[in-house]
């Protein structure tokens, strides 16, 4: 391969992008060297199993990664808001798009998504940590270095721009040469074996990891969530991971799967990654729901309205969200009986889906409101959602559908229910737990700024794609009213919309001062409990210790925090004797660090056809993985002493804050 | 603070109405004003799923006011407060039953529309086929009957059905003329029919809509319905005054880049054939399908047999002498 195109040049925009990479880099080392922190960094991070730390991991990834997405949209905005614009060329608006995309789809609404799973999901059913410390660190190392690997495409190599899914034959070495489809394929594929392996813990966790006395139908309806979202996860994506591999054998060793000639078949391509790709907007949306039901039930102060419903309609959605791939190419020609199987299966999903929302409502109906950051993004999630997902049935309608394909009418629906729904959803879990995880509320002035800056920034950036999808205009166009001397009239409504993405992008930025004005300013929580909470997790101290329940509840029913609160107000609470015992707890480990770095050398090596190099980052997997299976020394106990120290402390801590503030 | 959230609920308001002031010239909204019973009939189902989702939709947001607004935790609030009702059967059997309901009636419209549109849309004309090859990054019209092709731009007689079948040779596009009726994928290797019909005559706007690559935004093109006679008349100007297309030139033409409108007076005879079979075709056994793998008797009418692309065009040939 030629690498003289090793380094991306001739863009000043990716000439500062080197420099700022450069800079923050040399920053972050010198930081860490002056201060003496890297042991800190290897032992307290890069080599921990814990799970509230794997998920502070995570939420910082995937914001950094929310970070450079919306620097993607804006980009592309900025392109699109004057007809005949000059700012971006072809190919790099066409590697904009392509980056946005897998970049908020899989390294930001993932990891997201992850990190809630792992700050949320052990707490709430009592657990010490997940079923598979060990296995959870690998998940997210896998998904950083797949990402980071991604990254690099910026200025190594070249990005990819193929579009988010590379449909071949427009992936394929005919017509996207050298090594950035690669980057796309490898960066997706390491982290997608990582977020398998997310599924598989989370699974187990759930099944077997609950506190003593809670049955499945105690479980509170996150957990639900994230269990209907895990079992989607392995379903599907080892579809993904094979698809990859095929493309990887077409592109590296010659094969002809999807390729144009010798009997490719560029639709089986389009088959296999919507079989991964429907379900996968509904494994992230899922826990979003489950978010929405926990924060509704919280700040209305009463039971979450009809839970078999609730519990029943998510494993629907997981279910039915099989069947439903064949809509994203009603237009392929499947032929009719095909069309409307497939037409009444997407259907059919908004039945349960609309459940919830009635679910939702008649939790808040007869209870006692209180608006809180967390309840305001799910105000707003419910008029974006009914209306995307409105958008989404009249899509679902194939003849329909053949007007909307592929137009800024779909691009509007699918951004409406995957902002309105998974974003909303996730940040007001975020807000929701992070008094939980941090020990800290985030600042409720800026928080407003920022949301009210998101919900005007929504909408005037998203209305108008739908007006622009009935005027015919379609994705991923690079600039309009270039050719034909077709004038459209396309230009004001993509104007306001440039408009609508910079209003979000200021909201974004107010998110980011609220987090660093909150660290020093934010409200304490010294009682655990922040919110008056229903569920476990704010039975124990904010943040919680490193084995977060001292002693294992022992669970009566749905909501047990709740009762056991109202029992020791009413004074019938019985308090049992404290007696510590020692707590088994898995030890740190630097073998999933290491093992997906020589992860990230072998996608580096197969991205740019080094074969030599691949072949050493696979080994280096091999060997790591042999290491580890010959790890006995992998766990401990906390002494009781130590748990009796850190529990008075824990304590002592509370009120000191108490009359600091 | 509260005075912001009302400035920020105005904004919203005056910004969603200057939305809809901007966009009320009707005639730009291509996809709402069909030329043809194709685009129609889409139109019409648009327009009914559009009134299903509103009647869920509308009342939905009305709760949901009513509610967040009545249930607020204040001290003077007299609603009542049940903390733990938390079940009701009726309330369930309505917000299952109301959604199923919509589901039942749109599913219908759908399929019934579905069905519909795999048959031409008039059936005592007799419809005429134009093959369209999509290209990196241009579009190839070929007409079998009249022998002659033309690069980004076609014309077609107004009133009578036309049979696009569609390939690619290049990466997949998708062939879209939206006043006349909705997209199907042009795919190398594959021959798919789409009935399209213009009602009246006029330009009208056509675009690829699936991605292809560096030219992909430049590949728009006319299409202009005329009278049959007009129609007959511009073939023979064509035929008359354009250049061949020789099998030199078509490898010229299927280089990457842009394209002008260009007219070719013939073409290599089998090209549209050529081009599916060397691109996979012949690997499987293709019909042009017409969104209806059962129903075949669209595919009668054009004069088609079923048994395979290279019949198909052979059998064009013939029957349109």
């Not at chain 1, 209305?463 to 015919?472: K, R, S």
């Amino acid at each position: 391969m030629n690498t003289s195109g090793f380094f991306v040049t001739g863009d000043p925009m990716i000439y500062g992008a080197d420099v700022s990479i450069v800079l923050v880099s040399v920053a972050i080392i010198f930081y860490l060297t002056y201060f003496k922190k890297w042991g800190w960094l290897w032992r307290e991070w890069i080599t921990t199993v814990d799970h509230k730390r794997i998920g502070i991991m995570y939420l910082i990834a995937s914001l950094l990664m929310l970070f450079r997405g919306g620097v993607d949209a804006i980009l592309m905005r900025l392109q699109l808001a004057i007809p005949n614009a000059h700012f971006l060329e072809s190919e790099h608006y066409n590697e904009i798009f392509t980056t946005h995309g897998t970049i908020m789809i899989l390294f930001m609404a993932m990891p997201f998504m992850f990190a809630l799973f792992n700050m949320v999901v052990p707490l709430q059913i009592g657990a010490r940590d997940v079923a598979y410390p060990a296995l959870n660190a690998i998940s997210f190392w896998l998904f950083f270095l797949g990402a980071m690997l991604f990254n690099l495409s910026f200025v190594i190599g070249g990005s990819p721009d193929a579009g988010w899914l590379s449909y071949p034959p427009l992936s394929e070495n005919q017509f996207s040469p050298g090594p950035g489809q690669n980057f796309w394929i490898w960066g997706v594929q390491i982290s997608g074996i990582g977020s398998l392996a997310t599924g598989i813990n989370f699974v187990v966790t759930i099944l077997k990891m609950r506190a003593p006395g809670m049955r499945l139908r105690d479980m509170p309806l996150f957990t639900w969530s994230v269990m209907a979202s895990s079992i989607a996860i392995l379903g599907v994506f080892p579809i993904l991971t094979v698809s990859l591999i095929m493309l990887t054998i077409d592109r590296l060793f010659g094969g002809h799967f999807f390729t144009m000639t010798a009997g490719g078949n560029p639709m089986m391509w389009v088959n296999l990654i919507w079989m991964w790709g429907h379900p996968e907007v509904y494994i992230v949306v899922l826990p979003a729901f489950g978010v929405f039901s926990e924060v509704v039930a919280t700040f209305a102060k009463k039971r979450i309205f009809g839970y078999g419903s609730m519990v029943f309609s998510m494993i629907a959605i997981s279910v039915v969200s099989y069947y439903t791939w064949v809509h994203h190419f009603f237009t392929m020609g499947a032929g009719a009986d095909v069309n409307i199987v497939f037409a009444i299966c997407t259907m059919i999903i908004a039945i349960p889906t609309g459940v919830k929302v009635f679910n939702w409502l008649f939790t808040l109906y007869r209870g006692r409101i209180t608006v809180t950051q967390p309840l305001l993004w799910f105000y707003a999630m419910i008029p974006c959602f009914l209306v995307g997902g409105s958008t989404g049935v009249m899509l679902a309608a194939a003849p329909a559908d053949y007007q909307y394909h592929n137009s800024y009418f779909l691009i509007a629906h699918f951004h409406q229910v995957l902002i309105g729904g998974v974003v909303f959803g996730y940040l007001a879990g975020m807000y929701y737990w992070w008094p939980k995880v941090f020990g800290f509320k985030l600042n409720d002035k800026l928080g407003k700024w920022a949301f009210w800056l998101w919900q005007i920034g929504f909408y005037v950036c998203f209305m108008p794609q739908y007006a622009l999808g009935f005027m015919g205009m379609t994705r991923r166009i690079y600039t309009y009213n270039q050719t034909m001397g077709w004038d459209m009239g396309w230009a004001p409504l993509n104007f306001i919309s440039t408009i609508g993405a910079f209003l979000m992008g200021a909201g974004f930025v107010f998110q980011a001062w609220q987090i660093i004005y909150s660290i020093k300013h934010g409200e304490r929580d010294v009682t655990g409990d922040a919110w008056n909470g229903r569920t476990l997790e704010w039975s124990i101290p904010s943040p919680p210790p490193a084995y977060n329940f001292a002693i294992l509840p022992t669970i009566k029913g749905r909501d047990s925090w709740w009762y056991q609160k109202q029992e020791m107000q009413n004074g019938t609470y019985k308090q049992e004797p404290v007696k510590y015992e020692p707590i088994h707890m898995p030890k740190n480990t630097g073998v999933p660090f290491i093992m997906s770095c020589f992860f990230f050398v072998a996608g580096f090596g197969f991205t740019f056809e080094w074969f030599w190099m691949g072949i050493i980052g696979l080994i280096g997997v091999a060997i790591t993985l042999f290491v580890r299976s010959f790890q006995y020394d992998t766990d401990y106990y906390i002494t009781v002493e130590e748990i009796e120290r850190t529990e008075k402390a824990l304590r002592n801590n509370a009120s000191v804050q108490r009359t600091a503030n | 603070m509260r005075k912001g959230i009302q400035f920020a609920k105005y904004s919203i308001l005056a910004l969603l109405g200057m939305v809809l002031l901007s966009g009320c010239d009707k005639s730009q909204f291509i996809v709402l004003d069909p030329k043809g019973p194709v685009a129609q009939q889409q139109l019409e189902l648009i327009i009914i799923s559009a009134v299903l989702c509103a009647i869920i939709i509308l009342p939905v947001i009305g709760i949901f006011i009513y509610i967040t607004v009545r249930y607020r935790d204040k001290p003077d609030n007299k609603a009542p407060y049940q903390p733990e009702w938390d079940d009701s059967r009726l309330l369930e059997v309505v917000w299952w039953g109301i959604p199923i309901i919509i589901v039942a009636v749109l599913g219908f419209f759908t399929a019934k529309t579905t069905l519909a549109l795999t048959k031409p849309p008039v059936k005592d004309v007799k419809p005429i086929v134009v093959q369209v090859t999509s290209m990196d990054w241009k579009w190839m019209f070929t007409y079998p009957d009249k022998k002659i092709a033309t690069v980004n731009y076609a014309e077609i007689p107004a009133g009578v059905p036309v049979q696009f079948i569609l390939t690619s040779d290049a990466p997949m596009n998708s062939f879209w003329i939206p006043q006349l009726g909705g997209q199907e994928y042009t795919m190398p290797g594959m021959s798919m029919g789409l009935w399209l019909q213009a009602d009246k005559t006029g330009n009208y706007f056509g675009s690829g809509a699936n991605f292809t690559g560096k030219g992909f935004a430049h590949m728009q093109f006319k299409v202009k319905a005329v009278t049959q006679a007009d129609f007959d008349k511009w073939a023979d100007q064509v035929k008359k005054n354009s250049p061949a297309l020789t099998t030199a030139g078509y490898k010229d033409l299927s280089k990457p880049g842009l394209s002008k409108e260009l007219s070719f007076s013939s073409y290599p005879s089998g090209l549209f054939e050529t081009i599916v079979n060397k691109n996979g075709g012949k690997y499987y056994d293709h019909m042009n399908h017409m969104g209806d793998s059962m129903n075949m008797s669209g595919m009668n009418m054009s004069g088609m047999n079923m048994s395979g692309m290279d019949m198909s065009g052979m059998d064009m040939k013939s029957q349109n002498k």
